[in-house]
């Protein structure tokens, strides 16, 4: 039995268990505008429907035409303006 002075493996950082996983989703709705707060910090996002959008990114920089629906995109938005018919769903 291994106590915390006996050997250095014993580490008390908490490490992901699943990279990449996501444990929770904002849907954006059609013709609306969304400003993520601190209470949904959203780390990725994808299109789910349309090509009428305004992504502003969180680091800066806008993002208004080509992105694939369904496809996930692994950057964080600031605001989001949707047009008619396009849903887009924020990841955290």
Same mark, same amino acid.
């Given at each position: ?32 505008? +969304? ?17 009428? +959008? ?18 996930? +995109? ?19």
């Amino acid at each position: 039995m291994a106590t915390p002075v006996q050997g250095s493996f014993i580490d008390r950082t908490r490490k992901l268990d699943r990279p990449n996983s996501h444990t929770a989703t904002f849907e954006v709705g059609a013709s609306t505008t +969304y400003e993520p707060t601190g209470s949904f910090k959203n780390t990725a996002f994808l299109i789910e429907a349309g090509t009428s +959008y305004a992504l502003t990114l969180v680091d800066g920089g806008d993002l208004t035409a080509g992105l694939v629906t369904g496809q996930v +995109y692994p950057m964080a938005l600031k605001k989001v303006v949707n047009g008619g018919g396009t849903i887009v769903k924020l990841i955290k």
